[in-house]
Nanobody
Framework: QVQLVESGGGSVQSGGSLRLSCAAS????????LAWFRQVPGKEREGVAT???????TYVDSVKGRFTISQTNGQNNLYLQMKSLKPEDTAMYYC?????????????????WGQGTQVTVSS
């Protein structure tokens, strides 16, 4: 069982920056996917970014060039650096983990989830 705990959310004005963190209770050396998702009430959970055990990353088109996913010490810490934030980035952000080799942005393929951290961007 892996426990994930997010932090770093908050309120910021449009154009501002935030850095989300996710601490994992366990560490796997290879064959894993880590991801950030976000969800707005009434909408489906949306994949934002993924990173695999080789360090390869993917991003949803709406955040490319503005968000950066990274990790340290294997999978103990996951980050999402968010710049040039827009009001449409407002959502609850979740980190997620899966023991698999090919990462996707499908929520159903992730086994472990954090409790979420709220990001609010005002115009």
């Amino acid at each position: 069982q892996v426990q994930l705990v997010e932090s770093g959310g908050g309120s910021v004005q449009s154009g501002g920056s935030l850095r989300l963190s996710c601490a994992a209770s366990k560490r796997t050396s290879s064959g894993y996917c880590l991801a950030w998702f976000r969800q707005v009430p009434g909408k489906e959970r949306e994949g934002v970014a993924t990173i695999d055990s080789d360090g390869s990353t993917t991003y949803v088109d709406s955040v490319k060039g503005r968000f950066t996913i990274s990790q340290t010490n294997g999978q103990n810490n996951l980050y999402l650096q968010m710049k040039s934030l827009k009001p449409e980035d407002t959502a609850m952000y979740y980190c997620a983990a899966s023991v698999r080799w090919a990462c996707t942005m499908e929520p159903g393929e992730y086994d472990y989830w954090g409790q979420g951290t709220q990001v609010t961007v005002s115009s």
